[in-house]
């Protein structure tokens, strides 16, 4: 019977996770059109979040974050993108913020991994 009440229980906690760290729970669009665009970004973004937090904060100190804290406590940290001929030239991030050069770190092996 234990065995029967666990199953799928990372399905819902990984559904819970990404409804919280995306802020999905708030979202709903009255017209069938924007809900459907609404959903295919949120599974963009459920990838990307993923494949970030696999690849990128591997071996560092949020290895262990939900996507939550990732959402909330990594990617809202100030900062801004250096493009060159459209590539990615350098990351600046807000010095004073107290994850910011873990962070640099994180963002460096994840952009220049390949994939």
Same mark, same amino acid.
């Given at each position: 019977?234990?065995? *029967? =009440? #666990? $199953?799928g229980?990372?399905?819902?906690?990984?559904? $819970? =996770? &990404?409804?919280? @760290?995306? @802020?999905?729970?708030?979202?709903?669009? #009255?017209h069938?059109?924007? #809900?459907?665009?609404? !959903?295919?970004?949120?599974?963009?973004?459920? =990838?990307?979040?993923?494949? +970030?937090r696999?690849? @990128?904060?591997?071996?560092?100190? +949020? %290895?262990?974050?939900?996507?939550? /804290?990732? !959402? /909330?406590?990594?990617?809202?940290?100030?900062? /801004?993108? *250096? +493009? &060159? =001929? @459209? #590539?990615?030239?350098?990351?600046?991030?807000?010095? %004073?913020?107290? *994850?910011?050069?873990?962070?640099?770190i994180?963002?460096?092996? *994840?952009?220049?991994?390949? +994939?």
């Open positions: 019977m234990d065995k *029967y =009440n #666990q $199953r229980e990372a399905e819902i906690e990984q559904f $819970r =996770n &990404d409804k919280q @760290g995306l @802020g999905l729970s708030a979202r709903r669009k #009255q069938l059109e924007a #809900q459907k665009a609404l !959903v295919l970004l949120t599974d963009i973004c459920h =990838n990307l979040l993923t494949d +970030f696999h690849r @990128g904060l591997i071996d560092s100190p +949020f %290895a262990l974050w939900g996507a939550k /804290r990732i !959402v /909330r406590d990594l990617i809202a940290i100030p900062g /801004r993108l *250096y +493009f &060159d =001929n @459209g #590539q990615l030239k350098r990351i600046e991030l807000l010095a %004073a913020h107290p *994850y910011a050069d873990d962070l640099i994180c963002l460096e092996r *994840y952009c220049s991994a390949s +994939f």
